[in-house]
């Protein structure tokens, strides 16, 4: 069974939604698009991330780790030693430092795809066929489950960081990819994974929304943009109904 830690079922499903959630875990907000994508005839679920690691990644410890690496790109993130220069100049507290080398871990990102790709199967398994839907880090997330899965039918990343190389190369599902037009931290690579996208011949459906920025989606940030979302939303909803199907749609 898929390892959800909320999830909706209508009757008659026509396959499932695996909603990936924010860096700030399984929120409110997330728990509401499942029951949007219910109300759409789609069975919808929502693994929490973090649910092995709820101790140390609580919602205080992430926002102050994000204020702590937020100067470096996500590719210094990953890159050790200015992880180390930004941890020495702020001087967060240890349990701040501990949040920051886990999230910025490969081992540990590589289990969360592990169980997210385990998750989706299993999903497509029992609904007859199964997309991501992701949210910045659940955006990159999706992405990155599509590359290791054979049985996804689709993938939508809501300003998500944009999958390059063989990341890339090997997702052979269709793409629904969405930025927002301030949001010029995660849309550096944009350009450039539109460009291989379509070298490459994949089914890349890219948006970006102009004037908005970041989290123009979540209706509990100051950044919500009512137009930006329902427009974002009605993409979706097409695209699903394209690549997975709803008798509601």
């Known amino acids: 069974m898929p390892k959800f830690d909320f999830a909706v079922e209508p009757k008659d499903a026509t396959?499932?939604?695996?909603?990936?959630?924010?860096?700030?875990?399984?929120?409110?907000?997330?728990?509401?698009?499942c029951k949007r994508l219910g109300k759409l005839g789609f069975a919808a679920g929502a693994p929490d991330l973090f649910r092995d690691q709820k101790k140390l990644l609580t919602p205080d410890n992430i926002q102050k780790a994000m204020d702590v690496v937020w100067d470096l790109t996500l590719e210094e993130r990953w890159d050790r030693s200015k992880i180390e220069r930004v941890l020495t100049s702020?001087?967060?507290?240890?349990?701040?430092?501990?949040?920051?080398?886990?999230?910025?871990?490969?081992?540990?990102?590589?289990?969360?795809?592990?169980?997210?790709?385990?998750?989706?199967?299993?999903?497509?398994?029992?609904?007859?066929?199964?997309?991501?839907?992701g949210f910045s880090f659940g955006g990159g997330i999706g992405f990155r489950v599509a590359a290791r899965?054979?049985?996804?039918?689709?993938?939508?990343?809501?300003?998500?960081?944009?999958p390059g190389g063989d990341d890339l190369r090997r997702i052979t599902c269709p793409i629904l990819a969405?930025?927002?037009?301030?949001?010029?931290?995660?849309?550096?690579?944009?350009?450039?994974?539109?460009?291989?996208?379509a070298k490459a011949g994949k089914d890349l459906t890219l948006r970006t929304i102009p004037g908005v920025n970041h989290d123009f989606f979540d209706d509990t940030k100051a950044s919500f943009d009512v137009a930006a979302a329902a427009e974002a939303w009605g993409l979706t909803t097409r695209f699903l109904k394209r690549t997975l199907g709803s008798k509601k749609l």
């Not at 349990?95 to 497509?124: K, N």
């Not at 969405?178 to 996208?197: K, S």
Request: charged residues 25%; hydrophobic residues 40%.
């Open 15 to 33: 396959g499932c939604v695996v909603v990936f959630h924010e860096i700030w875990g399984l929120t409110e907000h997330t728990k509401d698009i």
């Open 149 to 162: 899965a054979s049985n996804i039918r689709s993938v939508v990343s809501y300003y998500g960081d944009p």
């Open 178 to 197: 969405i930025y927002a037009g301030e949001d010029r931290f995660m849309n550096r690579r944009v350009p450039e994974f539109a460009a291989e996208a």
């Open 90 to 133: 702020k001087t967060p507290g240890l349990e701040v430092v501990e949040t920051v080398d886990l999230l910025y871990d490969r081992g540990f990102r590589d289990a969360i795809l592990q169980s997210a790709a385990e998750t989706l199967a299993e999903s497509s398994l029992k609904f007859g066929g199964a997309s991501a839907l």
